[in-house]
């Protein structure tokens, strides 16, 4: 089994100094896209000898490439060419020595400002594996409520990323997890990064903050249905859909009045309404709940998708599949549910994400979740949110330009866009300035209503 992730080796200063250095030597997305024509993430092996080659001319830069992201080896001249960086890698356990060469004990990415040290791909260390920021990682950080909290929840930490994020507007973080490496990976990242205000604790689901509330919270469990148990991070030993439920429930219990969640979730999707699970899940609590769904998968290509990179794909495909068929699964989904804690049991709904989202998306789901606590009614006063844009094209015809089409997006959050009438966008032009719904423009008022409460449930339009 790999010795990485050591507890920390010296000090957590000598471990944010690592930090420090490698920022400074330039290991950063833009430095590390210039010198290897890759984001910076893990270079596939098809680009290997082209990064190779570029990352053996690329000075101080191309050495800890080379450790860190080209799993290849350098020399001791080489590495002390890092000066006390190289001293410092040692202490902390991210350089070791292998068949007379210096080679990166864990594999590290810079993701924006954030570098995240983790297992890379190849790893002999079964299922306590802790794999770096992936896909669902990056759709967690876009999809969370970033803002001020006294106490905020990482449930499943892994490597530590979303406690990261968390810290910068929390004063204090929780971040726990099942599998120990993972604690001491995020633990190690958490001192890279500098960040002192994150409690780690080792445990099985809620039970390491029984009784404990938080302002905000995040999960992204091993929600995969899956018929193995090769990897903690995700396959739940509790088989099916039965963690994402566990979770959504829990994280209603541990939210304060008024705390946000939000957690990735996977189900059966097969019935004939293919959300009726999630929103099943949230409509017995004490939330508000929007089911944001990406996928609804058949069976059929997630089981491809999910064995795609496995040594024996066809006989994992088959296992998952028939894993599938066994238990009447046809379609699988796919989605975050966002909650915001209420005293009584609150509203739930489903909506689509669309494929590109135009920005973390905090700021519309605050809209949306505001939104869906009120009633908005004739005397209500509204207002277009600031990020609400319309976009108009005009043709010329026999009696000059005419409006051919128009359409309202948004520049934030989830990006929603919908075409819009002429009707519609007599609405949308007079929102511009604070106005009641029955001052308006429009002849059916019970038609302007529902549109204006349309736009106020999709984060479009702000009420007050
Ligand atoms: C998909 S990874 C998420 C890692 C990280 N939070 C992220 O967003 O990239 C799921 C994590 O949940 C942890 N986990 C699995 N079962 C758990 C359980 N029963 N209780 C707590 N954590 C668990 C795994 O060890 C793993 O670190």
Not at 24 to 47: E, N, Q
Not at 54 to 75: C, I, P, T, Y
Not at 123 to 150: E, F, K, T
Not at 245 to 266: F, R
């Amino acid at each position: 089994m790999s010795e990485f992730p050591p507890a920390i080796v010296g000090s957590e200063q000598t471990v944010q100094r690592v930090g420090v250095a490698l920022t400074a030597a330039g290991f950063t997305p833009p430095r590390l896209k210039d010198l290897l024509g890759s984001d910076g993430a893990l270079v596939d092996a098809g680009r290997r000898p082209d990064a190779l080659r570029h990352a053996h001319a690329g000075g101080d830069l191309g050495v800890l490439a080379r450790l860190f992201l080209l799993a290849d080896g350098v020399s001791d001249e080489e590495l002390s060419g890092l000066g006390t960086l190289a001293e410092d890698l040692r202490c902390c356990g991210l350089v070791s020595q292998r068949g007379g060469v210096n080679v990166g004990a864990a594999t590290m990415i810079p993701h924006d400002d954030i570098l995240i040290a983790s297992d890379g791909p190849g790893s002999d260390v079964s299922d306590a594996l802790v794999p770096g920021v992936q896909g669902p990682s990056h759709l967690l950080g876009m999809l969370a409520i970033r803002r001020p909290v006294q106490r905020a929840l990482d449930l499943g930490t892994g490597n530590g990323i979303q406690a990261i994020l968390l810290a910068r507007s929390s004063e204090h973080v929780v971040a726990t997890d099942l599998n120990p490496r993972a604690i001491a990976y995020a633990r190690f990242n958490a001192a890279l990064n500098g960040v002192t205000n994150i409690e780690f604790r080792q445990g099985d689901l809620f039970e390491p903050v029984a009784g404990e509330r938080f302002g905000l919270a995040v999960a992204n469990p091993p929600y995969v249905i899956s018929p193995e148990t090769s990897f903690t991070f995700r396959d739940s030993v509790l088989g099916g859909e039965a963690i994402s439920a566990q979770v959504v429930v829990g994280m209603s219990d541990v939210l304060e009045e008024g705390g946000h969640a939000t957690v990735l979730v996977s189900w059966d999707a097969s019935g004939a309404d293919p959300h009726a699970t999630p929103v099943g899940w949230v409509a017995g609590l004490p939330v508000d709940g929007v089911v944001l769904s990406t996928t609804i998968e058949p069976a059929r290509s997630n089981a491809e998708r999910w064995t795609a990179a496995h040594a024996d794909r066809d006989a994992a495909f088959a296992q998952w599949y028939d894993y599938y068929v066994a238990n009447g699964i046809e379609h699988v989904g796919y989605a975050a549910v966002v909650m915001r804690r209420r005293e009584r049991h609150g509203r739930h709904r489903v909506i689509a994400v669309p494929p590109t989202m135009a920005s973390q998306a905090s700021d519309h789901l605050l809209r949306l979740l505001d939104g869906q606590g009120t009633t908005v009614a004739e005397a209500s006063i509204v207002r277009l949110a600031p990020t609400t844009r319309i976009t108009e094209v005009t043709e010329p015809g026999p009696d000059g330009w005419a409006l051919a089409s128009a359409e309202i997006s948004l520049a934030d959050g989830l990006g929603f866009r919908a075409d819009l009438d002429v009707r519609g966008l007599a609405v949308v032009r007079s929102l511009v300035s604070q106005t009641a719904v029955a001052d308006l423009p429009g002849d059916d008022a019970d038609e302007v209503l529902g549109f204006v409460r349309e736009l106020v449930e999709l984060g479009f339009v702000v009420t007050g």
